[in-house]
């Protein structure tokens, strides 16, 4: 322990000593000096702070260059220690603005680095949260299949527009948006999720007209109960009603269960050839104001969209 309280006065001494010689070296010679700069005392003991100041900071600067040397008792790195020390004194003012500069740039690498680990941890957790929900979307999908088999659910069944289960829709989706306004993004995800899903079942089951529901109750909230019906049972005259959906849908997570939407109708053979540019245009302006996640569920749906368009090769039985 003594040996390392000695050491560590050893270096401060040859800071000290190597710094204000080697700053009184500058003031002598003009190495780093102010150009036409009067020679006075108070302008040596200047040069001799700076010096001082310099050779301090020859610790941090062997760090950056992950020199161990000031660790090294031997008398042979004691000398080279000192020859930096006197090489920073004697011209210490570039050496101050190099050191500071490095530092700062350092400082704001570490920040930036910092920045973009955030923002994939952020995306990560996003798109964690949309694999969770597209396989309870599923396993809803699943759920109502099964539930309509037993019933003997009919697709060609007349839809309904009115009576007690549009006025359930009417009232959640009234009340979607203020539901699902939290600070917190996982909350936020979780609750519209849940909202989606009930609003969702709740058309699919009463057989509900995705059509005067669009045309009366075009909330926020309706419009995503409408876009997640579709994705559930999507039939052949969803599409316009989709459309018309997609162009009034202003959140980014609306948008999202929209080109989920879109996705069922593809997979579905539902989109006929005269209408796929215009589909296209519609997922193409969805770009606006994307987040990464939209984004990419933006990519995904244009690939599904163009191999839906592929025509099947037709072979002989």
């Given amino acids: 322990m003594e040996n390392v309280g000695n050491h560590l006065w050893v270096l401060v001494f040859i800071m000290v000593a190597c710094g204000a010689f080697?700053?009184?070296?500058?003031?002598?010679?003009?190495?780093d000096t102010i150009e036409n700069e009067k020679k006075n005392k108070q302008i040596r003991f200047k040069y001799i702070l700076l010096g001082i100041g310099a050779a301090l900071l020859i610790p941090l600067f062997l760090n950056m260059i992950s020199s161990d040397i000031i660790r090294s008792t031997d008398h042979a790195d004691y000398l080279i220690f000192a020859?930096?020390?006197?090489v920073a004194a004697i011209f210490s003012r570039r050496f101050i603005s190099t050191i500071g500069d490095r530092?700062?740039?350092?400082a704001k690498n570490a920040e930036k680095m910092a920045m973009e680990s955030k923002q994939k941890a952020e995306t990560a957790r996003k798109e964690l949260y949309v694999t969770n929900e597209r396989i309870e979307d599923v396993k809803q999908a699943m759920d109502l299949t099964a539930s309509d088999a037993l019933q003997l659910f009919s697709a060609s069944d007349e839809e309904k527009v009115?009576?007690?289960?549009?006025?359930?829709?009417v009232t959640l989706a009234d009340s979607y948006v203020e539901k699902s306004s939290v600070p917190d993004y996982g909350e936020r995800i979780k609750i519209k999720s849940e909202?989606?899903?009930r609003m969702g079942e709740i058309i699919?089951?009463?057989n509900l007209s995705r059509e005067k529901l669009l045309r009366d109750h075009s909330s926020e909230g309706m419009l995503l109960?409408?876009?997640h019906s579709i994705q559930l049972r999507p039939k052949a005259s969803d599409l316009d009603v989709l459309?018309?959906?997609?162009?009034?849908?202003?959140?980014?997570y609306t948008k999202h269960s929209v080109l989920s939407a879109y996705d069922a109708l593809a997979r579905n053979g539902l989109i006929g050839e005269g209408k796929m540019n215009e589909v296209l245009l519609r997922v193409n302006s969805f770009r606006n104001g994307a987040d990464h996640s939209l984004l990419a569920k933006i990519g995904e749906t244009e690939r599904i969209l163009k191999l839906s368009e592929i025509p099947r090769v037709k072979t002989n039985g």
């Fill in 204 to 206: 699919v089951r009463n």
């Fill in 22 to 31: 080697g700053g009184f070296l500058n003031y002598l010679n003009d190495f």
């Fill in 103 to 106: 530092i700062l740039e350092t």
């Fill in 162 to 169: 009115d009576g007690e289960a549009v006025q359930s829709l």
């Fill in 243 to 252: 459309n018309r959906t997609a162009a009034s849908a202003g959140q980014l």
């Fill in 195 to 197: 909202l989606k899903r």
């Fill in 225 to 227: 109960a409408i876009a």
């Fill in 83 to 86: 020859g930096f020390c006197l």
